[in-house]
């Protein structure tokens, strides 16, 4: 296992050194790095600054001109106070559903479709292939074709409108594009490393959990992502396959944004949506650096 | 070698097969059963529930008769090339710029990366908002002083798909560009050390050299992109909701809006097995070739 | 909060004289006025000792459908759901999802209280009661501006062709004559309008009941597919996609009129203006004085539990009863499904839909006669040619002709 120690003096970065730090070469490169970050943070922008706005200032100034009056009002209604029918109490009912949603789920779907893809890289047996090519081909099936189906299904089974029928139904569409990543980063890995481990008389299991999984991290990383962010955004499922106890987040967010009211709220909208789009985004940006280290330490197959 | 007994063909890499039954079942019983389930009832009149009242090829025809299902077509085909190249060329360019040595590379990737921490309804919504030409981008340059400046994509007819791709491709860019950094971080530096004592202009060794060494994560952007495409139906929804009229409709939308507004889920299913079959028609063959023809490990 | 709330079920406990049920209850109205009419009905229920469990679902049917009919053939059905009553639920009576209400109808006569009985029609299949009709709404309104029409200097139209004689001066002064929603929807409603309006209730029976293809292509549909597309040049200006957008447009006077049902009067009045006033409402655009009865019923998914099952005819009964039907009518904006009720409150626009209705100038609904699925192909038909300059009123008319024609 000497081959992590590589990891921690990979420096991560590739190409040639620049020479100098202001040159016609860097102008263009910082240049159209920031021209493009403009066109990302816009929206972001945009969000905050109409969700900090009364809704007068909304009505008469330009969407992008900073608010006059900040107030928090849009934040405080949007969180506990907007009403879906007789239920008044905002966004904060779903928040901890969406949380018991989404941990069993990710959880789940990780873990099968790593190993999936550990199968599939290191131990391909028969017709393993055509199975994953249904798979793939499944990342294109509309997911409206299957509401129905799969109602009957989960009802045989009877989990019907209970979250571990929801967890299911994560674990079933996220399948795919996780089971593609982790065949190809188990397939990337330095093939010495499987058959040293085997030679030592390792199994399945064991060079899966000795091997695989400590050398996976940021491959663990990026599934997460993708996981949390789908599951989070959710809404279809969450309102199709549990009942109204256990409706996620999303569901009071479109309750809010849908709402045909006397005037549309735009700011709590807003702030309804950047307060549920929270959670994934603390996530990118505490994983974020997560995410490079483990990269950096996803290289050492050279 | 020696300490692995071979028993029979069945009982070999055993383990490998008990623990791929999750991936077997997902594949038979949800994937290929509710296709074959699909294809089957949309041979049928159903209408709010599935029944076998078969009908021949009725739905088919209807399908294919209908003006919206024709725009929808034209706009998935549209929406899907550009989406396409706009996502591998940005995800490109922008994984390429970071990986330069750059400062502050962490805020860069982080400002490319959080649109995709947001849904489709909230990408839908901001876009519709943004492009609005009342108080929007149009809005803002026309204060300015530039009185005949015109944007206003979502109102147009011929442009609005246009308009959904700008938040698309916000959307969806930047875990292309994540994917790609990870893929160019994987590359050697012996090969760029050798690149540059060869002479080799930058801009050709990314083209000649890196990019083909990246095959697999190319491959992993297409799915993810690919499947992103034939899937638009939330950003549709929240940005333009198919308007203006029905020129910025997706099959995906029909399909829905056909199962659930209409109560025609015969209908509904015609259009997911025409959609599924165009899909299998372009799939099969790149699948087999890319994942099926040649073993990757020896 | 939770106190209160413990405070409230313990009373409810106290005065209840059964025990308490639970009835989780599905529908889709969260606007403003539609929730306070909610309200009215859960009050009413917590008042029998059951309890009301809201289960609101925003986006309109398309979004909650789904969801309703998933829950009920997935085996976990909610206790009641509203559904747009007509042709929408036949499939799940008819698979005996849904409790037969036949017993309590038959003991409180609602075969003589629902007027119009049409409405009671509707929820019936095979001779048995399956729903429960709350309210009326009719579609055939035009909403006229006040303000818009002083600022152009023309006197506020009492019919269509007065309205499209106006128009000229409305743009003169930079007012847009119509005001229209981009939705589906809203395009195909106006049409419905138009055809009662213009053509007359003969023809809007051959064609929405009959399915007559002849009469839809024929020369009375095309002058009103004239007038539509007359009607699409008059609306050009109004990029709202809302109905209630579209309605602010005509309460500020940036628009002259709008075809809408009669929950737009809720807008009016939430502006605080007044009928006669500040607006002026007619009844099928003025030409024609008749209206539409659609509506808006309740369901109750069966169940094995009788506690439940009681729970549920106690609700279907409270819908119905004569205290509740006034108030919640009276916050919904609508019309109560009993003749027998006194509407005092009632503002003027409302009194002239009761006298309308009580005279029995009635139509069907078009979600009553059309199946959803023809509803469907209509709407995608008039919101293309609605915002589609290039289409004529002939090829529409032909499009329309063959939707007609294959309607079941």
Known sequence: ?302 | MDTYKRPSQLFRNMSAKIASIPMVMTALVIFVGCTVWTITYSFTGSRLLPKLKWVGMKQYDRLFDTNRWVISIDNIIIYGICSLILSLTIGFILAALLDRKIRFENTFRSIFLYPFALSFIVTGLVWQWILNPQFGIQHVVREAGFLSFSFAPLQSNEYVIFGVLIAGIWQGSGLIMALMLAGLRGIDEDIWKATRIDGIPLWKTYIVVIIPMMRPVFVTALVLIASGIVRVYDLIVAQTNGGPGISSEVPAKYVYDKMFLSQNLGQGFAASTVMLLTVLVILIPWAYLEFGGRKQNG | MRLKLLAAALAASISAPAYATDIEVTHWWTSGGEAAAVKVFADAFDATGNKWVDGAIAGGGGTARPVIISRIIGGEPMGATMLNHGRQAEELVEAGLMLDLTEIATKEGWRDIVHPVSLLDSCTVDGKIYCVPVNIHSWQWLWLSHKAYKDAGVDVPKNWDEFVAAAPALEKAGIVPLAMGQQAWQTNGAFSVLTVGLGGQDLWTKINVDKDAAAAAGPEMARVFEAYGNARNLSKGSTVSDWNQATNMVITGKAGGQIMGDWAQGEFQVAGQVAGVDYTCLPGLGIQEIISTGGDAFYFPKTDDAEKTKAQLEMASMMLSKEVQVAFNLKKGSLPVRGDVDLAAANDCMKKGLAILASGKILPDGNQVLSADTQGQLEDLFVEFWNDTKITPEAAQANFAKIIGDAD
């Open chain 1, 1 to 302: 296992m000497a081959d992590t120690d590589m990891a921690t003096d990979f420096t991560g970065d590739h190409g040639p050194k620049p020479k100098k730090s202001i040159s016609g070469r860097n102008i263009m490169l910082y240049g159209t790095l920031i021209v493009f970050a403009i066109y990302y943070l816009l929206p972001l922008y945009v969000m905050v600054v109409t969700s900090l706005k009364g809704m007068p200032e909304i009505r008469l100034g330009n969407i992008f001109a900073p608010p006059v009056e900040i107030t928090f009002q849009p934040w405080v209604k949007a969180w506990s106070e907007a009403c879906t029918g007789l239920n008044c109490d905002g966004l904060s009912r779903g928040f901890f559903n969406s949380v018991k949603i989404l941990i069993p789920s990710v959880a789940i779907s990780i873990v099968i479709a790593s190993i999936n893809g550990y199968a599939l890289a290191n131990w391909r047996f028969k017709g393993a292939d055509v199975f994953f090519t249904i798979l793939i081909f499944g990342a294109f099936i509309p997911y409206q074709v299957m509401i129905y189906p799969i109602v009957i299904i989960l009802r045989e089974m009877g989990l019907y409108g209970s979250i571990w029928g929801l967890v299911m139904v994560h674990t079933i569409f996220g399948m795919p594009i996780l089971t593609l990543l982790f065949r190809n980063y188990f397939t990337s890995l330095p093939q010495e490393l499987f058959k040293a481990a085997r030679v030592d008389g390792a199994g399945f299991w064991g060079v899966f959990f000795k091997i695989m999984v400590p050398m996976s991290l940021p491959i663990f990383v990026v599934a997460m992502i993708l996981q949390v962010t789908g599951i989070w955004n959710d809404f279809l499922f969450g309102v199709i396959y549990t009942k109204p106890a256990s409706y996620p987040m999303t569901v009071q967010l479109n309750n809010i944004v849908n709402s045909v009211q006397g005037v549309k709220e735009y700011n709590v909208n807003m702030a309804a949506t950047i307060l549920t789009g929270l959670v994934p985004l603390v996530i990118y940006f505490v994983s974020g650096k997560l995410f490079v280290r483990g990269i950096a330490a996803g290289a050492v197959k050279g």
